[in-house]
């Protein structure tokens, strides 16, 4: 399954359902994507197992994260470790980020754009009324999450405690505080 539209996108999986549904003890089907809702979709009803590469039964759940340097396997063995929406996916893609030591601080921001624009866009929240007052962080998190203009510049010039205190700050300014803490709290 590549980039198609809506339609084509849901027959899909209707006929991966189907055929996990009709496949033999022996048979192994593996589903690779990097569309969250695709995956999303396609999992659903199915139950996660713990991962045992000894029995073929299994069905279990694999997901790809890059560090920095190189990718890192995580089994997901229980639902509580999956998502359940594209939102909630790129929470614990940020909390990956902040706990793995390898992850360089830069690569939390493009993370942390892509929560608050969702969330702002859900919401119907402006950005101006966001940031309030202080514009500079709006800028900072997009320009450092999509320049390109010089790469042996340091951009960002914070770590990752500086990073997550500051993205804090600005939930908590226009008292979401709660929603921060409901998903990065799963990261401390």
């Known amino acids: ?7 084509l996108q849901y027959i899909i ?34 139950h996660y ?13 694999i997901r790809l ?28 893609d940020l909390i990956f980020l902040y706990n793995n030591d390898d992850a360089p601080a830069d690569l939390l921001l493009n993370s942390i754009r892509r929560i608050i624009e ?12 966001f940031y309030g007052n202080m514009p500079g962080v709006e800028k900072y998190f997009n320009v450092n999450s999509h320049s390109v ?13 500086e990073i997550m205190a500051l993205m804090r700050e600005y939930f908590e300014k226009n008292n979401l505080l709660p929603h921060f803490e409901h998903y990065f709290s799963k990261a401390l």
């Open 1 to 7: 399954m590549s980039s198609n539209d809506d339609y």
């Open 13 to 46: 999986i209707d006929e991966l359902q189907r055929l996990m549904k009709t496949k033999n003890s022996d048979d192994i089907c593996i589903i690779m994507t990097h569309n969250k809702h695709f995956y999303l979709n396609v999992k659903y009803g199915w």
């Open 49 to 61: 197992k713990p991962f045992n590469n000894q029995d073929k039964k299994v069905a279990c759940f």
């Open 65 to 92: 994260m890059p560090d920095g340097n190189h990718s890192v396997i995580q089994y997901i063995d229980k639902k509580s470790e999956d998502f359940k929406t594209s939102y909630e996916s790129l929470w614990k």
């Open 118 to 129: 969702t969330f702002l866009k859900f919401n119907a929240i402006e950005s101006s009324e």
């Open 149 to 161: 203009d010089d790469l042996e510049a340091e951009l960002n010039g914070k770590g990752k405690s």
